[in-house]
């Protein structure tokens, strides 16, 4: 069993910038690590991931605003998020899985951008 503790999330005016942090209670290196969101009544999405070979995937919609990284030592995955918008609201997760294996999710952190 893993366990994945979200952190870091909160309401932010349009433009402005948070870090997620997820702490996990296993290594998070050479394994898919990363960050979905789900928006009220929308299907969750793929925001920023680390693969099991160690590059990143970014949605479209982030790229260049939004910067995945990890900090092996401390078992922790971060999304640094700028230039946020609306657009951005949603409840975000972590997700950690092996390439065949179960995926395993963490409880969720809420991002409200908003004026």
């Known amino acids: 069993q893993v366990q994945l503790v979200e952190s870091g999330g909160g309401l932010v005016q349009p433009g402005g910038s948070l870090r997620l942090s997820c702490a996990a209670s296993?290594?998070?290196?050479?394994?898919?690590v990363g960050w979905y969101r789900q928006a009220p009544g929308k299907e969750r999405e793929l925001v920023a991931v680390?693969?099991?070979?160690?590059?990143?995937n970014y949605a479209d919609s982030v790229r260049g605003r939004f910067t995945i990284s990890r900090n092996n030592a401390r078992d922790t995955v971060y999304l640094q998020m700028n230039s946020l918008k609306p657009e951005d609201t949603a409840v975000y997760y972590c997700n950690l899985h092996w390439d065949y294996g179960p995926h395993y999710w963490g409880q969720g952190t809420q991002v409200t951008v908003s004026s």
């Open positions: 296993r290594s998070v290196f050479s394994i898919n």
């Open positions: 680390f693969t099991s070979d160690g590059s990143t």
